[in-house]
Nanobody, 127 residues
């Protein structure tokens, strides 16, 4: 499975961005997908997760609830992250991740559970 993330950029506080992650290769083995982010000097943090085929089992980090929305279009082999009301603290390198496992509960937010990663796309929120 190969993941290619895109859509990052430099925006002002309050703006919106939509990240995309194209999935290629053995997509039938992709079951749970997620977005993580890593700010300079900080750990990789969970952002959101979704079940690939059904589009269910959605969960968000508390810091992005109500502002971000994850979605998956399996027909287009693409994962999305719609980010609204962006804040400076959202500045980070955003990664899409995938696993062939149907993760549940707290496992969904653990980066160790995902075996496939994209290259990251930079999001910078600054006035």
């Amino acid at each position: 499975v190969q993941l290619q993330a895109s859509g990052g950029g430099l925006v002002q506080p309050g703006d919106s961005l939509r990240l995309s992650c194209v999935v290629s290769g053995r997509t039938f083995s992709t079951y749970t997908m997620a977005w993580f982010r890593q700010a300079p000097g900080k750990e990789c943090d969970f952002v959101a997760t979704i079940r690939w085929r059904s589009g269910t089992r959605i969960a968000y980090a508390d810091s992005v609830k109500g502002r971000f929305a994850i979605s998956a279009d399996s027909a287009k082999d693409t994962l999305y992250l719609q980010m609204n009301s962006l804040k400076p603290e959202d500045t980070a390198l955003y990664y899409c991740a995938a696993t062939a496992r149907g993760l549940v509960g707290d496992l969904r937010s653990s980066s160790n559970e995902y075996g496939y990663w994209g290259q990251g796309t930079q999001v910078t929120v600054s006035s």
